[in-house]
């Protein structure tokens, strides 16, 4: 696995040389090794590379996001073959029990609450929110029926970023989440596709025209991660900057805890998903492992 995350903002063009990324500036041509790579964002409309260069990505599993004029990320390359037991899994992946599958949804909302009131409590938000997220959290049923959820969800977003936020408007804050969760939900699609298992079958997420429901169900105990950066960062902002954009690309390098160990993001979201398909086989509970919300820097 890569650790290195290049972000393309200018109109280059990239291509394979020998087993390494080339990148044709006006100032000379820069060059990296592809087995380095994690991430490459391209997020320039008139950027171009060749397709060499995408067969040898798609080769080394790198996470390939491309933007649009607007910025967002629209596109993710992945590939076709990203295991060598890719058939065997998707077998096991298609007859996942609902069982087992509500089992894990109620962990995935219990996680990703519980984060919630980790970045609450970090930003010194008021207690009451706080000891109703807490409740919230204490009484999720199996696969969250009474969905706590977004009971959940919608005090916590009011409590970051006032009574007037709405999600999905077109506003600053919302193009920070949604840029910054595209960027997670790209890297963690990757990983998937990288064990052999399809992104399109999820636990919980069931959308006919998503191609990522598992990549969805997965990403809601890392969407605090973006959250508080955006809370620390684009409250007070008007625009949305491209040094925000590459600080949200940024946080895929950080390090997280999990299990009592301090990992890479990368690596955090490796074993995330490596204690989910525990449970899936094992069936105990306590197999669930889910990293905390606190990134820190990578040298730490």
């Not at 067969?55 to 992945?78: A, F, M, R």
């Not at 902002?237 to 949200?248: D, I």
Request: glycine share 6%; aromatic share 12%.
């Amino acid at each position: 696995m890569g650790f290195r995350v290049l972000y393309i903002e200018n109109q280059y063009h990239l291509q394979l040389y020998l087993d390494n990324l080339k990148v044709e500036t006006p100032q000379g041509d820069i060059q990296f090794s592809i087995s380095d790579i994690q991430i490459l964002v391209i997020d320039h409309y008139r950027s171009t590379l060749t397709v060499p260069l995408v067969n040898k990505l798609t080769e080394n599993n790198v996470c390939v996001i491309i933007c649009g004029i607007d910025h967002l990320p629209k596109s993710y390359i992945l590939p076709m073959n990203g295991h060598f037991a890719q058939s065997g899994n998707i077998m096991k992946q298609i007859t996942w029990s609902n069982e087992i599958k509500q089992i894990l949804h109620q962990q995935i909302v219990k996680a990703k609450i519980f984060n919630q009131i980790e970045i609450l409590k970090t930003n010194q938000c008021k207690y009451e929110v706080i000891k109703k997220l807490y409740e919230f959290y204490d009484t999720v049923d199996l696969g969250d029926a009474t969905n706590r959820e977004g009971l959940a969800a919608k005090m916590y977003f009011r409590e970051m970023f006032g009574n007037d936020f709405i999600r999905f408007e077109d506003d600053v804050i919302n193009a920070g989440l949604n840029y910054g969760y595209s960027i997670f939900r790209s890297l963690i699609s990757s990983i998937i596709v990288g064990k052999g298992y399809l992104p399109n079958l999820g636990i919980f997420h069931k959308g006919k025209t998503n191609m990522f429901n598992l990549s969805d169900d997965i990403i809601e105990v890392f969407r605090p991660i973006v959250d508080k950066y955006v809370y620390d960062n684009l409250k007070e902002e008007l625009l949305f900057k491209s040094k925000h954009r590459e600080e949200l690309i940024q946080l895929t390098v950080k390090k997280i805890e999990i299990d009592g160990k301090l990992q890479t993001v990368p690596n955090a979201v490796n074993e995330y998903v490596e204690s989910i398909l525990k449970v899936i086989e094992t069936g105990k509970i306590t197999d669930f492992k889910f990293p905390s919300p606190h990134v820190v820097d990578y040298d730490l």
